[in-house]
């Protein structure tokens, strides 16, 4: 199944199709506000910045499994980022990742790059999923991989036809 298949919401409650997005790179990312890894989200705006005129979007997904880190409604969270990390990258409703109500998008994700050895598990927030123009995704990365690593692969991908 590809990423292009799965439905959700934006946080505002309108329905978001990503069958719109093929042909572009993605970048998936389950989000947080209150977590150590949150400045992440300026990272994640400097490459969005400069790669989506070539294809690129960074869609964040507000999450509160992890130490109850996103306590906010969806709509509280994208004010915080556009405030606090001024961040333009469509944002979500807000779901979980793990467990018995994970969203379906999540459930493909991990499907397609399970973690550390074939964990189906996301272990904590700002996991990133890189998704190829064809909608299979890439590549997985930790919460720790920069905006270093992340750079790297996303050239290569966007430089795939």
């Not at 990503?18 to 947080?32: C, D, H, K, P, S």
């Not at 705006?45 to 979007?57: K, P, S």
């Not at 409703?93 to 994970?102: C, Q, Y």
Request: aromatic share 10%; glycine share 8%; proline share 4%.
């Amino acid at each position: 199944m590809s990423i292009h298949d799965h439905r959700c919401h934006t946080a505002q409650g309108e329905s978001f199709n990503f069958a719109a997005l093929r042909g572009q790179v993605l970048l998936i990312v389950n989000v947080a506000s209150r977590c150590g890894f949150t400045p992440q989200l300026r990272e994640l705006e400097r490459l969005y910045r400069r790669y989506r005129q070539r294809g690129f979007m960074v869609i964040g997904f507000p999450c509160n499994q992890f130490a109850r880190q996103s306590p906010e409604s969806a709509l509280d969270f994208c004010t915080l980022s556009a405030r606090d990390y001024q961040v333009s990258f469509p944002l979500m409703e807000k779901v979980r990742v793990n467990g018995r109500h994970a969203h379906p998008l999540f459930v493909e994700l991990k499907r397609q790059a399970p973690g550390v050895l074939g964990s189906g598990m996301v272990k904590w927030n700002f996991t990133k999923f890189l998704v190829g123009r064809d909608g299979r995704v890439i590549r997985r990365f930790s919460p720790r991989h920069g905006e270093a690593e992340l750079r790297a692969a996303l050239e290569v991908a966007l430089d795939e036809v």
